[in-house]
């Protein structure tokens, strides 16, 4: 009885490693850049990032652009993970409202860990990078529905 079991175990075991590797190769673009903007924003020199006075400042724009960056790989690769039909409350929690909590961890860890201030107006620039890329992300997956 367990041979009979045995081709069945390999097929579930396959399976599983279909799936599995499936959410990695998903998963790894995004997760390369939530690194890469922990290293950017914690342990780069504070005096290499350019800066002025100005209302607009070039690393609100850099906040801006790497969540914007982040949350739309994350729509793109969990859109092409769920084969164009994903799960909108999972889309948002995965595309906008982690990335936006990422954002503040982040933020709070500079203040109490690196010796580096935490804004607020960091954080903002983060949530809007984020809700900008799931505007796209939405009016994108509007448009493909009515074609």
Same mark, same amino acid.
């Not at 954002?103 to 984020?130: H, W």
């Given at each position: ?16 490693? #279909?799936?599995?590797?499936? %959410? ?5 673009? /995004?997760?390369?850049?939530?690194? !890469?903007? &922990?290293? =950017? ?32 790989? #994350?729509?793109?690769?969990? %859109? ?5 039909? /994903?799960?909108?409350?999972?889309? !948002?929690? &995965?595309? =906008? ?51």
């Amino acid at each position: 009885m367990f041979l009979k079991l045995l081709p069945l175990c390999r097929f579930c075991n396959q399976k599983i490693y #279909i799936e599995m590797s499936s %959410y990695i190769r998903y998963t790894l673009i /995004p997760a390369i850049l939530a690194l !890469v903007i &922990f290293y =950017l924003t914690c342990i780069v020199n504070v005096e290499s990032i350019p800066g002025s006075g100005r209302l607009l400042q070039y690393d609100k724009l850099a906040h801006f652009g790497m969540f914007f960056a982040l949350s739309l790989a #994350i729509y793109y690769d969990y %859109y092409r993970l769920h084969k164009g039909e /994903p799960n909108k409350f999972r889309w !948002v929690l &995965f595309g =906008l409202i982690i990335p936006v909590i990422y954002g503040g961890l982040i933020e709070i860890v500079q203040e109490n860990f690196f010796g580096r201030s935490g804004e607020v107006m960091d954080f903002i620039a983060d949530s809007l990078g984020s809700l900008s890329a799931t505007a796209i992300a939405f009016i994108y997956i509007n448009m493909k529905r009515k074609r």
